[in-house]
Nanobody, 115 residues
Framework: QVHLVESGGGLVQPGESLTLSCTAS????????MTWYRQAPGKQRTLVAR???????YYIDAVKGRFTISRENAANTVYLQMNNLKPEDTAVYYC?????????WGQGTQVTVSS
C-alpha cells in the first residue's frame, strides 16, 4: 500500500524560505519519478516540479530559479526547497507518485506566504 506523508509547510513572509519533505512507503522509491503539485484556494491542482528516478528535474516557469527538488533514496524522501517565496506560492503542496498508471497522493502541507 502506497503511503506518502508531506511535512514542512508553514507561514512565512515574502522572500523567506521553506523546505518541504515527502516520505514514501509501500513501493520501491528509487525506481519512480516523484512530483510535487500545489493547489491554491479556488484553483486547480497544478504541477510544480518533478524528479525522475535518475535525478533529472523539471520545473514550471513560475518557480524556476527559486525552487529545487531533490531526493534521498536511502530515506525514501523527496524534498522541495523553496527560496524567495512569494504570496502567489501560497497553496497546499502535495507529493505524488504514479504506479501502474494509478496516482497516489499525500495529505498535503499548507504553505502560506504573507506579510
Amino acid at each position: 500500500q502506497v503511503h506518502l506523508v508531506e511535512s514542512g509547510g508553514g507561514l512565512v513572509q515574502p522572500g523567506e524560505s521553506l523546505t518541504l519533505s515527502c516520505t514514501a512507503s509501500g513501493f520501491v522509491f528509487s525506481k519512480y519519478s516523484m512530483t510535487w503539485y500545489r493547489q491554491a484556494p479556488g484553483k486547480q491542482r497544478t504541477l510544480v516540479a518533478r524528479i525522475t528516478n535518475d535525478h533529472s528535474t523539471y520545473y514550471i516557469d513560475a518557480v524556476k530559479g527559486r525552487f529545487t527538488i531533490s531526493r534521498e533514496n536511502a530515506a525514501n524522501t523527496v524534498y522541495l526547497q523553496m527560496n524567495n517565496l512569494k504570496p502567489e506560492d501560497t497553496a497546499v503542496y502535495y507529493c505524488t507518485v504514479v504506479l501502474g498508471g494509478v496516482g497516489s497522493w499525500g495529505q498535503g502541507t499548507q504553505v502560506t506566504v504573507s506579510s
